[in-house]
């Protein structure tokens, strides 16, 4: 089992940048791919990014290619969003979880990730 823990959420305004934390414990970090996802208000929960065990493949949604940056520190267990050019589209509650097994690749499917974290909220105001 892992325990995830997301910080670095805010309010902020458009154009603005956050850049979110998830710190792992309790598993082996870097054997697994790692995946951050939002949801907002009255929606379902959706994938954001994703990045592979390495960092060396990353995968985006379109809306927020080209603004965001997924990263990951294997030596520190942790996994960094950078979001710049924030929109209030936005805004949302962002989850990371992690992969349940270890892959090559990476995946955007929710149930494919069984480790999750209690979420940081994103508030982006216009």
């Known amino acids: 089992q892992v325990q995830l823990v997301e910080s670095g959420g805010g309010l902020v305004q458009a154009g603005d940048s956050l850049r979110l934390s998830c710190a792992a414990s309790g598993r082996t970090f870097s054997r697994y791919a790692m995946g951050w996802f939002r949801q907002a208000p009255g929606k379902e929960r959706e994938f954001v990014s994703a990045?592979?065990?390495?960092?060396?493949?990353?995968s985006y949604t379109d809306s927020v290619k080209g603004r965001f940056t997924i990263s990951r520190d294997n030596a520190k267990n942790t996994m960094y969003l950078q979001m710049n050019s924030l929109k209030p589209e936005d805004t949302a509650v962002y989850y990371c979880a992690t992969d349940r097994r270890p892959r090559l690749t990476i995946t955007r499917d929710q149930r494919e990730y069984d480790n999750w974290g209690q979420g940081t909220q994103v508030t982006v105001s216009s």
């Open positions: 990045i592979s065990w390495s960092g060396g493949s990353t």
